[in-house]
Structures are given as C-alpha cells and as structure tokens.
C-alpha cells in the first residue's frame, strides 16, 4: 500500500525571507526573527538522504520533539512557539552554535565502532580498558561534533572548540551543564516509559545574547533507546539489545552493503520496507510519549501544510 510522503517543500510563505533545506527538515526564515521547521519525510542514514520518503516520519519527529521541548522548558529556554500542523514548529530564530552537543550514557553505536578498533577516547575522554558493547558509562560522557552543513560531523574536543573559538569557555561550560540537564531528564522520562536513553544530540543557539535549545530533541532520528526489560539479561548473555531508534536502518543497510562511501549504491527501498520503518517510528512514538499515535490525514501533504502555516501567521 502506497502512502503519501512528503519528500520535498516549495513554498512562498507571509513573510518569508529565505529557505534552507536540510537532511529531512525544510526551515523557512521569516519576518519578525521567526522560523518554520517542516519535518519532512525524508530519512537519512550515514550521512546521506535515501531515495524513499517514509510515512509519518515527520508527524512523529515533529510531535515527539514539541512534546519534549515541553516537558524541558523549565531547564533551558527554547526556541519553540506553536506547531500549527502535525509536521511543522514555528519558532524563535537563533543563531545556532557550530557544534552539537553529543552525550552518551552507553557504549554502542559509531563509540563502539571506534572501541572495537582500538580508540580509547572519544573527543578527548579516555575509555577504560575492557569495555563491552553497550556498556552504561559510570557516568553520561559528552562527545561533541562540528555541525556539517553538508557531509559528516566531525568529533571535537571540549579544548580544540575553545581554543578555535568556535564556543567561548563561558558559554561552552553552560552548554554542558543544560547537555547534562536535559539527558537526566529525557533519561527520566524514558525510564517511566519503560524504555533506556542510550545517547543523544542536542542543539542550542542564541538570540539576543540568551541560549536557547534549537531543533529537534529525544526523537529516533536523534536518540537511541534501550528497551529496559530484559536490559541486563541480554547485556549479560553478550546478546543485541532491543532498540527503538534509527540504528534499525543503519544495520539494514549495512547489511545490504551500503555504509554511505564512495560509489556504494543505496539498496533498493520498497513500499513494503518503507512502511515496516514507519511502524517503528511510530513504535517509538506510542512508548515515548505514552500516547496512541493518531495519523494524521496523508492526502495533499503540502497544500494541508502551506495552509496551516499561512492561517497561523496571518493570526499573529
């Protein structure tokens, strides 16, 4: 069964100034030092958008994410006003800052990778010797990127993103501390949900000398989740963990001997795939939120969309 998926944004909209397109958000300067964030339905995996679009991928990074910047708001500010359609967030424009804020509770993922091949620091934290995969850190470990606009994020250190200049020292030590903040809290909200967050990104930016958290928080494309029943026994038995997160795709490709380099082709992404990953996602979505998934009507995706955001700011 075929479902509309929204791939790409064209539109002309009150006020709007200039339009980037990103991985799989669609963001629409506008007057007043606002934005709209359209969560398409791209996805993306090793650094590369893929040919299929994947049903209510957007509904649920969108909806996830206006549901955590909620429930964080007393932490850090964030940039968050209104989200007017399931798929859109209008918010404050900040002036983002050039790295994203990586923290990790467990060893898994692309630190695992790295581990098994002898690195033993990441972003200039030493790892212990004797590590297993999907080992919980004494303590979460921060592991900042640079934010590329275009190919893959780089590891950094807190002193080369300091001595570079790219965050001051003052600004950069607040950035830790709502990083920090904010994983114990999404850490929190998931431990009610029955669920483990294993790592995650978070973005800030500013506006008018104030920090803000920007984006998208604790959704799949974002976070790795941990079911928390069985956790242990399967840790012990050395056996993968159950995971909600995009890590799914990642391995689905790999297997197909796709990795995102250089003359690989991207496998072939059938309808059928296409909606066994929106299950997933909306899998997610029921057990982080806590609430039944509603769809949002597909039909005429981009009109439904131009609509809601052109009547809410015409109200403004």
């Given at each position: 069964m075929k479902i509309e998926t929204l791939l790409r944004t064209d539109y002309n909209l009150p006020g709007q100034q200039s339009v980037y397109h990103g991985k799989v958000r669609d963001v629409y300067f506008l007057e007043g030092d606002l934005v709209a964030m359209i969560?398409?339905?791209?996805?993306?995996?090793?650094?590369?958008?893929?040919?299929?679009?994947?049903?209510?991928?957007?509904?649920?990074?969108?909806?996830?994410?206006a549901k955590q910047l909620d429930a964080t708001a007393d932490i850090v500010p964030n940039w968050k006003i209104a989200t007017p359609d399931p798929m859109?967030?209008?918010?404050?424009?900040?002036?983002?800052?050039?790295?994203?804020?990586?923290?990790?509770?467990?060893?898994?993922?692309?630190?695992?990778?790295?581990?098994?091949?002898?690195a033993r620091s990441i972003c200039g934290i030493p790892l212990a010797e004797g590590l297993r995969e999907n080992q919980r850190f004494e303590h979460p470990i921060i592991t900042p990127t640079t934010k590329a606009d275009e190919g893959h994020d780089e590891n950094i250190s807190r002193e080369e993103i300091i001595s570079s200049g790219l965050v001051s020292e003052e600004d950069y030590t607040l950035l830790e501390q709502y990083?920090?903040?904010?994983?114990?809290?999404?850490?929190?909200?998931?431990?009610?949900?029955?669920?483990?967050?294993v790592d995650t990104k978070y973005e800030f930016g500013k506006k008018d000398g104030k920090?803000?958290?920007?984006?998208?928080?604790?959704?799949?494309?974002?976070?790795?989740?941990?079911?928390?029943?069985?956790?242990?026994?399967?840790?012990a038995k050395g056996e993968p963990q159950r995971q909600l997160s995009k890590e799914f795709v990642r391995k689905w490709l790999t297997e197909q001997g796709f990795m995102g380099k250089e003359g690989q082709k991207v496998p072939e992404?059938?309808?059928?795939?296409?909606?066994?990953?929106?299950?997933?996602?909306?899998?997610?979505?029921?057990?982080?939120?806590?609430?039944?998934?509603?769809h949002a009507e597909q039909d005429h995706l981009a009109q439904r969309i131009e609509k809601n955001i052109t009547d809410f700011l015409k109200k403004k």
């Open positions: 969560a398409t339905d791209r996805i993306s995996a090793f650094d590369v958008i893929l040919p299929a679009g994947i049903p209510y991928k957007g509904q649920v990074l969108n909806q996830i994410a859109v967030t209008i918010g404050h424009k900040c002036e983002p800052f050039k790295v994203e804020m990586v923290i990790r509770g467990y060893i898994t993922g692309s630190a695992w990778r790295a581990y098994q091949e002898g990083t920090q903040d904010l994983f114990a809290r999404g850490s929190k909200i998931a431990e009610e949900m029955g669920l483990i967050l920090i803000y958290l920007i984006d998208e928080i604790h959704t799949p494309d974002s976070s790795r989740y941990f079911y928390a029943e069985g956790f242990e026994e399967r840790f992404m059938t309808d059928e795939y296409c909606l066994s990953v929106a299950e997933r996602y909306i899998e997610l979505y029921e057990h982080v939120t806590g609430e039944k998934f509603v």
